[in-house]
């Protein structure tokens, strides 16, 4: 699973001169974070997509669009595949919009249990 | 025992009071008494005896000499539930053994009962004990029993049988009375007997904690008859009875002249890596683990299946386990499990294909651990057999003082100066692995449900500056204690059930949290929802006995592993858009309100916690009560990992 992450990693990293081209869709973060949760990504990458470590990467905030589309439809490693007749590109688009709106994290350095 | 045998202690009872009254013993704390003289009359025995034995146990009882055995081995505790084929040992361990050494800790389960015995042991390094009901008590037992076996953990099971089937009462006492009562488990128990005497029972309940207590470790039964627990110990025996001694046993060690070759490959390499997961068995294991790899400034990569070395230790790299391995040219595995796996990786896709991860192709293992000289059959512990290119049968940790003498003979100047510019390296690299998990877990720290590295990070922050101890697994929450808490006492954690048998981590906490008592820790356990609700009786062990303890109930409302399971298979099957996909997965409709059982049980508990700005105070309230000497439980409702 830690090969994923890195893996994952490196295909984004690859993508994203190529990813710069395509503007995200408009989506619905609302409906996105309901998908999130139905579609069981939450259980993975947490739910506010933050990763869980061995089980699945941080995509917060989310790589380019066209990086996300890819690797949900055609996964590399253990990522079970998510076609489109289950969710839809707009269904993906949502889940984009949901994952763009998570608020930034606190710097760590003001986080007193962290210290 | 037979009726004629029974007749004749009768006989030696009423006609040789002189006897009976020797067979007193001095060493239970309320030995038997005859009985004492009465003022009422006398009737006829024909009239209101229904046989023609005495009323009265005439002198010690044969249970009350298999506590005098069991009190020479050091046990502390047993955990029980009352059972009736084991009831005259029960009697004997209260009144004749004073419910000292061992204390009845009453529990409400047995797989409770055994699962304590694992967590405890593992803490005070000797075992405890339980006692389960024959046949359908020791059915309970099983899954935690065989979660110890899996993780070579010792534990002495007792049991009782009516074995006399001429004397075993009809319905329930059939019921529960075996031929063989230990083929229940004895695919993961190292040895039993069901002794069909007094000494018997001696020497096979020493045996029993000598092999349970001898690496590879793991639990042992013995099954106690019921008559030669009940009946009285027949005049003229007891003078003959022997407990054997039991003798400090060194464990095996890895054959001198195959512990010269491994320090030479190891002094040779240029990536030597040292994998660790259950090796580490005294308080001593993490000291020589880290002066080995001192020694060689070599990289460690632990997978927690003990505390085997200090989470912030410069040279653990454990956080860096893919790229740290795949540099190796040679890994020293260490009491590793599961040695195939350091090189193979079966993926959960169709088809299960082996993809092997990047390894050096030159790449040399060198394996020391127990793990060949205690296997079964059936069960597949075992793990897949791997071909490695030096193979130590041994304890690990025994072995560590030889193989760090032959390190040292071995080494030269020119060594040194190579592995210290290696060292510094590792040290840079590592320096750096505190600051990246705190950027991780703040990426999580405001999210609803609350996520498992702030309840991770909020328990921390409030024991941080306590003598503490957690005793549950973390790869549910995704490792955050070892990534980011400061974990350098040998006792600080001791890894996980060996089985993955859900149902360990709770009544599992509780068993260290006992061992723990003496020392004043304060036990953290972090259990899952669907861990807890397989054994919620011992929150009422724990507020019984008064056992210190702060339970945070990770309560992600889910069976959450089966929860991804459940999406990959309808994934792969194209249906996961059915709305009743997670039947059978998820724990709610309704939610169930954990704080409210554990008040139910008598014990301190808050929540639901929702708001993660409510999280840390609870948890402040929490563990003053724990250092108040009292359990205490806090549910959070979190994320899934």
Known sequence: MRRFIVLAGLLMAASSVQAQEYAPPKGDAHNGSALFQRFGCYSCHGSWGQGTGRDGPRINPPPAFPVVLQQLRTPRREMPPYVASVIPDQGVADIYAYLASVPKPPDPKTIKALQ | ?641
């Open chain 2, 1 to 641: 025992m037979s009726k004629r045998i029974k007749r004749r202690q009768f006989l030696a009872g009423v006609a040789a009071a002189g006897p009976a009254i020797s067979l007193i013993s001095t060493t239970g704390t309320a030995a038997a008494q005859t009985a004492p003289a009465s003022s009422i009359p006398p009737v006829p025995n024909d009239e209101r005896s229904l046989n023609d034995m005495p009323p009265l146990t005439q002198g010690k009882s044969g249970s009350d000499f298999m506590i005098d055995v069991i009190k020479t081995l050091d046990i502390d505790y047993c955990a029980s539930l009352p059972g009736s084929t084991f009831r005259g040992l029960q009697e004997s361990m209260i009144n004749y053994g004073g419910n000292r050494k061992p204390e009845f800790i009453t529990t409400l389960h047995e797989d409770s009962a055994a699962a304590m015995c694992h967590g405890y042991a593992k803490v005070a390094r000797k075992p405890m004990a339980c006692m389960v009901h024959g046949t359908v008590g020791l059915q309970h037992a099983s899954m935690a029993i065989y979660n110890a076996f899996a993780d070579r953990v010792p534990m002495i099971v007792l049991t009782g049988n009516i074995g006399n089937s001429a004397t075993r009462q009809m319905n329930v006492e059939w019921n529960h009375a075996a031929q063989d009562q230990a083929v229940t488990v004895r695919d993961f128990t190292k040895w039993d007997d069901q002794p069909q005497s007094l000494q018997g029972f001696a020497d096979s309940m020493v045996r029993a904690y000598d092999l349970a207590t001898t690496v590879p470790m793991a639990p042992v039964l013995i099954t106690a008859d019921g008559d030669l627990q009940e009946d009285t110990i027949p005049p003229g025996m007891e003078k003959k009875l022997y407990i054997p001694k039991l003798k400090t046993r060194g464990h095996p060690t890895g054959d001198p002249a195959l512990v010269q070759d491994a320090a030479k490959l190891l002094v040779a390499a240029e990536n030597p890596v040292i994998y660790v997961n259950r090796y580490s068995r005294t308080d001593n294991g993490p000291a020589l683990l880290v002066e080995l790899a001192e020694l060689l400034q070599a990289p460690v990569v632990d997978s927690h299946g003990r505390m085997n070395i200090a989470n912030r230790h410069p040279l653990n790299h454990s956080p860096r386990r893919e790229p740290t391995l795949a540099n190796a040219d040679v890994i020293l595995a260490l009491e590793p499990v599961d040695i195939w796996g350091l090189t193979n990786y079966v993926a959960d896709l169709i088809g299960r294909p082996d993809l092997p991860p990047r390894r050096n192709p030159n790449l040399k293992i060198i394996h020391i651990g127990s793990e060949m000289l205690l296997t079964k059959a059936n069960f597949q512990d075992s793990q897949r057999y791997a071909q490695v290119d030096l193979s130590i049968a041994g304890d690990a940790e025994s072995t560590m003082p030889s193989l760090i003498e032959a390190v040292k003979s071995q080494i030269t100047a020119a060594h040194k100066s190579r592995f210290a510019a290696r060292g510094q390296k590792l040290r840079e690299m590592s320096s750096k692995f505190l600051d990246a998990a705190r950027q991780d877990v703040a990426y999580q720290w405001d999210a609803r449900p609350i996520s498992t590295g702030r309840m991770v990070m909020e328990l921390w922050d409030n024991i941080r500056n306590e003598d503490w101890m957690m005793p549950t697994e973390s790869q549910f929450i995704s490792d955050w204690p070892f990534r980011l808490w400061d974990m350098n006492k040998p006792y600080h954690t001791v890894g996980g059930s060996g089985a993955q048998g859900i149902g360990y981590n709770t009544p599992a906490a509780l068993g260290a949290a006992l061992a723990n008592k003496q020392h004043g820790r304060v036990t953290v356990a972090m259990v899952g929802d669907g861990d807890f609700n397989m054994a919620p009786g011992v929150l009422w062990t724990a507020t019984h006995h008064q056992i210190p303890i702060l339970y945070l109930v990770h309560n992600n409302r889910a069976y959450h592993q089966e929860v991804m399971m459940i999406i990959k298979m309808a994934d792969r099957r194209m249906r996961s858009n059915n709305p009743n996909l997670y039947v059978g997965t998820k724990i709610e409709n309704p939610n169930i309100d954990y704080a409210k059982i554990a008040q139910g049980y008598g014990m301190y508990a808050e929540g639901p916690i929702s708001d993660p700005k409510d999280l840390a105070a609870a948890i402040r309230r929490g563990v003053d009560r724990v250092k108040r000497g009292e359990p205490a439980l806090i549910d959070v409702v979190s994320d899934g990992r």
